[in-house]
């Protein structure tokens, strides 16, 4: 594979994201996100003075990007921290509208060259994926709690609950021998919550005596989540599919799937959210984005 000019990575990277903002939006927003980004960051990477965008009806992508080669004398780590920036930015620009599989369709639409070249000045698309997660997660959080509020579902006083529940909410609670979770119940018998006792007595201790370690219960789960089982937290993080393209990426029996996703439920990374839809919990997410910092650091 040869080598790519910044210039020419820089372009291919804008006229990228422009690709992926005009399909989850419009022309008119795309081209408001991209202009707005480049200006915002010139003032701080100043060799964006080189990218010249222009609106182009006659050509396929619907702009004209021009830039210039002084930038290819530019470090190669500054041209990645640029084009990170760029891409947080119009993300955020589109706000709802980017989904869960922004940096995916970024990296499909660019393609493997321009993707690569993108690693190559050190971006870890990896991660600014992972973080994207988080965010979209927290703002579907908050709409539940806001829709809560506003149907007197919640009082005002518990706006910054994530559990959803109180004490006083709590009518009885059953732990099974052997088991390490404690099921809580509402006073109509329903199941408010399940809790992991290994961490809750940890955290007691550790905050009590004041010792930090590396969590016992990570450990466990890391020499618990094998390959098979890792690769899907990563597939459900990158893409939206269905049973079928699971296996087959795969290359596993509908049992066998099934049986991966019953263990990463138990471990509570995957969680139901209909019959037949997955997803990923904030726990899966958080699992992937510290093993990635761990084989980083190492």
């Not at 419009?26 to 991209?34: G, Q, R, T, V």
């Not at 893409?239 to 099934?258: G, K, Q």
Request: charged share 35%; hydrophobic share 35%; net charge negative.
């Amino acid at each position: 594979m040869s080598k790519i000019m910044k210039s020419e990575l820089l372009a291919d990277v804008i006229n990228s994201i422009y690709a992926v903002a005009r399909r989850r939006t419009s022309c008119k927003f795309a081209d408001e996100s991209i202009e707005t980004a480049l200006k915002t960051l010139e003032q701080k990477y100043n060799f964006l003075k080189y990218v010249n965008v222009n609106k182009d009806t006659a050509s396929d992508t619907g702009l004209s990007i021009n830039v210039s080669t002084d930038i290819d004398s530019i470090n190669s780590k500054m041209i990645g921290k640029a084009i990170e920036s760029i891409i947080r930015v119009v993300y955020n620009d589109l706000n709802e509208e980017a989904g869960l599989y922004f940096i995916t369709e970024l990296k499909e639409h660019a393609g493997d060259r321009i993707t690569q070249g993108i690693i190559d000045c050190e971006v870890d698309l990896d991660q600014v994926q992972i973080e994207q997660h988080f965010a979209y997660m927290r703002k579907d959080r908050k709409k539940i709690i806001t829709k809560s509020l506003q149907e007197g579902k919640i009082d005002s006083f518990e706006r910054e609950n994530l559990l959803g529940y109180t004490w006083t909410n709590v009518s009885s609670w059953k732990h099974d021998p052997g088991s390490k979770y404690c099921t809580l119940y509402d006073k109509e018998g329903k199941v408010l919550d399940r809790l992991n006792l290994d961490r809750i007595i940890q955290n007691y201790v550790e905050k009590l005596s004041g010792y930090m370690e590396e969590d016992p219960g990570e450990i466990e789960k890391q020499t618990r989540l094998y390959e098979k089982e890792y690769k899907l937290l990563k597939l459900l993080l990158e893409r939206d599919m269905d049973a079928e393209t699971a296996m087959h990426i795969l290359n596993i029996s509908n049992e066998e799937l099934t049986n991966m996703i019953r263990k990463l439920s138990e471990m509570e990374m995957l969680q139901y959210v209909s019959y037949d839809t997955i997803e990923l919990t904030d726990e899966g997410i958080n699992y992937l984005a510290e093993d990635k910092k761990t084989k980083k650091e190492e």
